[in-house]
């Protein structure tokens, strides 16, 4: 199957597929899957693994349907096995109040190895926001992210962009948070 003939999107729906995006390490492998396909060599370049575990994550996001093989070739008598995600994008479940939010924790983990003199634009606001209101900036943000995105060009270095919309709990205070 050629890249460009992914389905737009995959959702997570399998504990296998939970447990395979919940791990930083194959989350990372997906990142460079995402615009263009990779060997398991040129995946473990990318991530900074040996070759063999590199491999091992690849099966299991393949054996859970989120890569997939999308070219082989022959060199020096090995076949060469070219992996790809096997969609545009990836949804995945909701927690749920008080579930652990996979991407939230892979996004910190990323902006925390990024190297600290590269430019980031980082910021929390607090708003108050009719119900109305909420639901439009939600909208707006999905679609600029959507709107850069179809803009990516291989060819350019990474840039990741993680947003979060939400009610924060009530009176301010998060669970676990001592007073």
Request: glycine letters at 8%; aromatic letters at 4%.
């Amino acid at each position: 199957m050629p890249t460009d003939e992914r389905p737009e999107t995959l959702h997570v729906t399998t504990a296998e597929q939970v447990r395979a995006v919940s791990s930083l390490t194959r989350h990372r492998i997906m990142a460079v899957l995402r615009f263009e396909p990779a060997t398991i060599t040129q995946i473990a370049g990318r991530v900074g693994l040996a070759k063999g575990s590199s491999s091992y994550h690849v099966r299991l996001l393949e054996r859970a349907g989120l890569v997939k093989v999308v070219r082989t070739r022959k060199v020096r008598g090995v076949t060469e096995r070219y992996y790809a995600m096997a969609a545009r994008s990836i949804v995945l479940p909701d927690t749920g109040q008080g579930g652990p939010d996979v991407l939230m924790r892979h996004a910190v983990a990323d902006l925390e190895a990024a190297p600290s003199a590269g430019e980031r634009h980082v910021r929390m606001a607090h708003l108050r926001l009719t119900e109305d209101q909420f639901a439009e900036l939600g909208a707006r943000l999905e679609a600029l992210a959507d709107e850069y995105r179809e803009l990516s060009d291989p060819a350019l270095p990474d840039a990741s962009l993680v947003f979060a919309l939400f009610h924060p709990a009530p009176g301010g205070q998060a669970e676990g948070d001592v007073r």
